[in-house]
């Protein structure tokens, strides 16, 4: 996992990715100031980051020492050259206009404490709607289990609703985190939806089987809101790469990742955190479905998956590029 992060973040900060994921990306979260990637030759962080960020014009946001990763801010024009000196930096990159960025909804047209094995009915009132669930046979899986509030789903995305009557009694407080900045903030409040997408997956992921909207692929479940993407539906690699590093560290079962490049491609990824030690505009709807959404819409569709195929690094970025605009 952190050999093929490095390589993911080499390809980003040598230039592979920039200009080529997003066009229209914002120039910069706040002020004039950027946000840099910083990418050390060994997987360590060394321990006079933060003077050789400030020496260069910059202030350290976050590091993370198990990949050898740094996250910077800095409004000077030869930050970049000034760190690129540093024969211990690999590869440094602005990341303000390299940014994946939700797709529009409109385009696709469309219980706490329970233990494993417990079963749950599919009988809320909107599960009649729920076509996706039955395309994929949830409803014969949750006569077996609902799955169990020992597992944690880590939902990277635009945070989610923490107070949604469907969802409020599964999120994980302590597993929640806002990681716009580039370093995590902890809980459910600051991870709270301005997007309303991050809200809509955790819904398909773990709405409660409990009589309001929905049903969820794995109700019992606890759900994490790890915000990545921000209000206009950005996300930016600082924020990924905190998401990330906060899913392995708070040892999270399973990352679901929604995001897209454009039409025709793919926009969903899910992810184990295998190595334990490595790393809404919230429009109240009847369901945790996309906040704003009217009734006669479909409700989610089964994007969200619990397992993908394994794929390297390399063929994933392949992929994000061919699929730019």
Not at 70 to 84: E, N, P, Q, Y
Not at 211 to 234: C, E, L, R
Not at 257 to 286: L, V
Request: with cysteine; charged share 15%; proline share 5%.
């Amino acid at each position: 996992m952190q050999r093929h992060l490095r390589r993911v973040l080499a390809l980003l900060a040598a230039g592979g990715l920039l200009g080529g994921v997003v066009i229209n990306a914002p120039t910069a979260l706040a002020g004039d100031a950027s946000t840099y990637v910083v990418l050390y030759r060994s997987v360590a962080v060394p321990a006079d980051v933060a003077q050789t960020v400030s020496r260069a014009g910059g202030t350290l946001v976050a590091s993370y020492g198990q990949i050898g990763v740094a996250i910077a801010r800095s409004s000077s024009a030869t930050f970049k050259s000034a760190l690129a000196a540093d024969s211990r930096i690999a590869a440094v990159a602005a990341t303000d206009r390299t940014a994946i960025r939700l797709r529009d909804l409109n385009q696709d047209g469309a219980a706490a404490g329970a233990e494993a094995n417990t079963p749950v009915s599919d009988t809320d009132p909107l599960s009649s709607y729920q076509w996706d669930m039955v395309q994929i046979h949830t409803p014969e899986a949750h006569a077996i289990t609902g799955g169990s509030a020992s597992v944690v789903v880590g939902d990277i995305d635009t945070g989610l609703d923490y107070t949604h009557p469907d969802l409020a009694a599964n999120v994980s407080d302590a597993d929640s985190a806002n990681c716009l900045s580039g370093a995590p903030v902890q809980g459910k409040v600051a991870a709270a939806d301005d997007n309303g997408h991050g809200t809509h997956t955790a819904g398909t992921i773990a709405a409660g089987a409990n009589g309001i909207g929905i049903v969820g692929v794995a109700p019992n479940v606890k759900i994490a809101g790890i915000k990545a993407g921000n209000s206009d539906g950005f996300f930016f690699p600082e924020a990924v790469i905190c998401a990330f590093m906060w899913a392995g560290t708070r040892h999270v079962d399973v990352t679901n990742n929604s995001t897209s490049r454009t039409r025709g491609c793919s926009t969903a990824r899910t992810t184990r955190s295998s190595e334990r030690s490595s790393p809404p505009n919230n429009a109240r709807s009847s369901s945790p479905s996309r906040a704003g959404r009217s009734s006669s819409r479909r409700p989610a569709t089964s994007r969200t998956t619990l397992h993908i195929p394994p794929r390297t690094a390399r063929a994933r970025m392949t992929r994000r590029r061919s699929c730019a605009t």
